[in-house]
């Protein structure tokens, strides 16, 4: 019988009964301006890539839903834009659940993941990501008594804590800025909460220092690998072996630019994004430059394009950055996630409804049960509970 890479036997059980008796993951997907509005109600089959019918098609289990506002040129009305923009898509995402008590639930620690992963319910999880817009550790208090639960400082450009993988030179941001005072910081506070530190978005020296400086293992919650495609937005063989030295969990995206070098992806997004507003992706921030009719029909176009994204790779090219991390790093420090709702998804896994996918092809790849089970959900689960039971909030402390 053949063998894979780990040594074991490929499965005899089928990739339907496996993928619904383990537990399912997807370590991130994002939150659209208009989730749970009349206009783009995610109880029904919408054009999002997850919505409560594909949830159910794809058996997804858990996927960590986040939260954040574009990052903007540094201004107090942006900044206030921002953080509206945020609590508006948590309110947005407990209304969701409110909604649906029989199929929906939050996870809040380990004890939920497990119970929920092994439920007939959707455990949802709260990220954040983008910090641009704050600079008070108050905030992050605040964030987690809403129920957030993984945390990454950037998106694209840098800010008051971390130096992001994308600065934004119009900004002023400079390229491999690091962790800040106030980032070292945060680090504290949100390994004294318990909260899932997310490297994703930093920069190479951030992402360093923020392992360093954390006492608790952290994640990269949607990134490629440097090895398979070099953008500045995936990680080198130097981070992704820190990441696992530390005890953290790499979870590898299926973002199709950062899974295949495919030129007809960045000349499309260039031509039907940009160009129709006289603007190269090499510009920086288009709000800067447009007013806020065609901002807004940026948007529009960006929304359109993103959704399509999926087109530009396939299976194999995602699978081929699994198993180059799992080759680096070992089995147990990565693991999966989509990015959907921003422009994630490949060929045969263009939306959460196709998540049973994955589970086969991982099988024809030669991966065992075990390492299947340890891809799609149990790494993240061991990573969280070790993290909770060393932080202040955790839900194993016993009361004197």
């Known amino acids: ?38 206009t783009n109600n995610p109880n029904l089959e919408t054009e999002d890539q997850i919505d ?9 289990n858990i996927v960590n839903l986040t939260v954040s ?7 107090k009305a942006n900044f206030e834009e921002a953080q509206k923009i945020v609590f508006q898509k948590l309110k947005a995402i407990k209304q969701w659940v409110k909604e649906n008590p029989e199929k929906l639930e939050f996870v809040h620690n380990s004890p939920d993941y497990e119970r929920l992963g092994f439920s007939k319910k959707h455990g949802i999880i709260l990220g954040f990501q983008n910090a641009f817009w704050f600079k ?20 694209v450009g840098n800010n008051a804590f971390s130096g992001s993988s994308r600065p934004v030179a119009a900004y002023g941001d400079t390229e ?9 910081k945060a680090v504290k506070k949100l390994n004294e909460l318990g909260v899932v530190i997310d490297v994703s978005q930093a920069s190479r020296k951030a992402t360093l220092q923020i ?47 950062y899974m295949a070098n495919n030129p007809t992806h960045q000349e499309e997004y260039a031509k039907q994004v940009y160009a129709p507003f006289g603007l190269k992706p090499s510009d920086g921030n288009p709000a800067d430059k447009l007013s806020k009719a065609d901002y807004a029909k940026f948007q529009e176009a960006y ?27 070992g089995i ?62 955790s839900p194993w402390a016993v009361s004197k």
Do not use: C
Not at 314 to 327: E, G, I, P, R, T
């Open 1 to 38: 019988m053949q063998t894979n890479h780990l040594g074991t036997n490929p499965s005899e059980l089928g990739y339907k009964t496996l993928h619904e008796v383990i537990i399912t993951f997807d370590a991130h997907a994002d939150v659209r301006d208009d989730f749970n509005s009349p």
């Open 52 to 60: 409560l019918p594909k949830l159910e098609r794809g058996k997804l």
């Open 69 to 75: 506002a574009r990052t903007s040129a540094p201004s």
């Open 136 to 155: 008070e550790l108050s905030v992050i208090d605040q964030l987690y008594a809403e129920g957030v639960r993984i945390f990454s400082f950037n998106h």
């Open 176 to 184: 491999e800025a690091g962790l800040t005072p106030l980032g070292y």
């Open 211 to 257: 392992i360093e400086a954390s006492k608790h293992p952290v994640i990269a919650s949607n990134s490629g690998v440097k090895g398979k495609v070099n953008t500045n937005r995936n990680l080198s063989d130097e981070e992704l072996k820190a990441i696992a030295d530390k005890g953290g969990v790499v979870h590898i995206v299926a973002y199709s630019s």
């Open 303 to 329: 929304l359109k394009f993103s959704r399509k994204g999926w087109q530009f790779a396939n299976l194999d090219d995602y699978l081929d950055s699994v198993d180059y991390a799992v080759k680096r790093i």
């Open 332 to 393: 147990d420090h990565v693991g999966l996630s989509s990015d959907f709702n921003h422009g994630g998804g490949v060929t045969g896994y263009a939306n959460v409804g196709e998540a049973e996918n994955i589970t086969r092809e991982l099988l024809k790849r030669g991966y065992s049960e075990s390492d299947i089970r340890k891809l799609w959900g149990r790494n993240f689960y061991f990573l969280l509970d070790k993290i909770e039971r060393n932080s202040k909030n």
